[in-house]
């Protein structure tokens, strides 16, 4: 059967390519501090910049027609003459689903982080000039989407929330991001699982020293503060963030209060 956007549960396919939650490295505890227990790895982890923006998604469906969405809902179709200004993500990233060619058969999904701007508060590390940029961080090919599609949103939701989404591994992404003409979100390192720090404090000292200053500066107006790493697997069958946020208020309130 072939798609058809037209006659498409569109909430089967909202709940289908959200983002699902990603696990901070450190487990986090009461009031948002972080605790001593870490996300294992096994193999090579990849670094990446956290980019502070919105999360967005760029549907490209079958039948050579697109959807873009915010993380939580969808925002506009392809030939929608308005779409949801929210975010700004539907100004930066329709001429993008544009260029896209459909692949017959699979739903595939780019994840992006629509930054800058006036977008957050962070807008201003990354532009003087409110310049609005994207990057690609992650990428979902799904081949089985009329059986997922087919399956109660609460169903589609567990499946999501408990890995079920296909992602691309690294070299795949890497190639969809050339084939798209899309930039990544910037690749820090890629080092053995063993030498991942694991202590609160020596993971804020290797924040620090793998991105002092952000790699994704839209123009040279930009502070620079960066928000964060994240650490993913060659296959991404692992994923965690570690930001800088984070670690500065658990350290604030391990600290002795001075008497």
Known sequence: MSFDLRSADLEAINSATKYPSIPTYHQLGDRGSLTD??????????GTEKV????????SLPDGSWLLGSREELLCAKGDLIG???????????????????????????YLEVYGGKITAASKQYTGDRAVGYRLFDM???????????????????????????FLAETELAAAAVRGGVELTPRLFT???????????????????????????????AAGRPEGI??????????????????DRTLRRRRPAAG
């Open 230 to 247: 994240v650490l993913r697997t060659l296959d991404r069958s692992a994923i965690a963030k570690a930001r800088f946020e984070d670690y």
């Open 140 to 166: 979902m090919v799904l081949r089985d989407y009329e059986a997922v599609s087919a399956m109660p949103v609460p169903e589609i939701s567990a499946w999501r929330e408990s890995g079920g989404q296909p």
């Open 37 to 46: 227990a870490v996300t294992e790895f096994q193999g090579p982890v990849i």
């Open 84 to 110: 949801n200004p929210a975010q700004g993500i539907v100004a930066a990233l329709r001429e993008f689903a544009n260029t896209l060619t459909p692949v017959d058969g699979v739903v595939r999904v780019f």
């Open 52 to 59: 502070d923006g919105t999360n967005a998604r760029v549907i």
């Open 191 to 221: 080092l053995d699982c063993a030498d991942l720090p694991r202590e609160i404090d020596t993971t804020r000292e290797f924040l620090a020293a793998h991105l002092p200053v952000t790699r994704s500066a839209l123009d040279d107006g």
